[in-house]
């Protein structure tokens, strides 16, 4: 027997924003100044609930907390990891059994290499047409 979901009302995609429909874009992107999209390439931050292929959705103007993950320039490449605060320092916790902490300078955190923080992750549970191989 199947129960009912309390899911609310389904929107159709082929309706426009505004009264009767959803502005995914707004809803995912407020600020779109200081967003950004990327896609994850590798299998690391599963247990995060980001999946090879994702995109992110990275908003600069999102004040960082411990438990976040974030992406962070790092010697000319970019790092996507989960943040933690220990005291006073914020570190960047290692992705493979092996790897270190990255302690990020708190006191020059803007310069640190802090590129903004993932706000959303979307991926597919579904092949699409277009994704089938």
Not at 48 to 71: F, K, Q, T, W, Y
Not at 78 to 107: A, C, K, M, T
């Amino acid at each position: 027997m199947l129960a009912a979901l309390p899911l609310g009302q389904p929107i159709p995609c082929s309706v426009n924003a505004g009264a009767e429909g959803l502005d995914l874009h707004a809803a995912l992107v407020p600020d779109p100044i200081c967003s950004f999209y990327m896609r994850v390439s590798g299998h690391g931050l599963r247990s995060h609930g980001i999946h090879d292929g994702d995109l992110l959705v990275i908003d600069r103007s999102i004040e960082p907390r411990s438990g976040d993950v974030a992406i962070v320039a790092h010697q000319g490449k970019f790092l996507l990891r989960p943040l933690r605060r220990q005291g006073e320092q914020w570190l960047l916790e290692p992705q493979r059994p092996g790897e270190g902490v990255i302690v990020l300078d708190l006191e020059s955190f803007d310069r640190s290499g802090l590129f903004g923080v993932v706000a959303h992750a979307v991926h597919h549970l579904a092949r699409s047409p277009s994704r089938r191989r």
